[in-house]
């Protein structure tokens, strides 16, 4: 099994950056198809971003396409979500998750992924 520990939240004005890392560890990440979720407040946990084993294909939510990056490097077992253009709807916690049974970055959902991280706070300020 797969652990995931998630850095790189924060406070950040409106219009920042920040760049989220998931870090992984217990199994190689290349088994893995990889997403980012979030979960603002009295909201369900919703798909952000997801990326292939190989990092060769993406897929985005449609309201974060052009601002939100997924990223990955097998060699440091780490996953990254570059985030652009924030502003208040994108405050929530960022939740890193994977996903064995299917390692490509088509329809990842709450319902089949296989482990999740602890989670970590971003916070847009305006």
């Known amino acids: 099994q797969v652990q995931l520990v998630e850095s790189g939240g924060g406070l950040v004005q409106a219009g920042g950056s920040l760049r989220l890392s998931c870090a992984a560890s217990?199994?190689?990440?290349?088994?893995?198809?990889m997403g980012w979720f979030r979960q603002a407040p009295g909201k369900e946990r919703q798909f952000v971003a997801a990326?292939?084993?190989?990092?060769?294909?993406?897929d985005y939510t449609d309201s974060v396409k052009g601002r939100f990056t997924i990223s990955r490097d097998n060699a440091k077992n780490t996953v990254f979500l570059q985030i652009n253009s924030l502003n208040a709807e994108d405050t929530a916690v960022y939740y890193c998750?994977?996903?064995?049974?299917?390692?490509?970055?088509?329809?990842?959902?709450?319902?089949?992924?296989?482990?999740w991280g602890q989670g970590t706070q971003v916070t847009v300020s305006s």
């Open positions: 998750a994977a996903r064995r049974t299917d390692r490509s970055a088509r329809n990842f959902n709450t319902g089949n992924v296989d482990t």
């Open positions: 217990g199994r190689t990440l290349s088994t893995y198809a």
């Open positions: 990326i292939s084993w190989s990092g060769g294909s993406t």
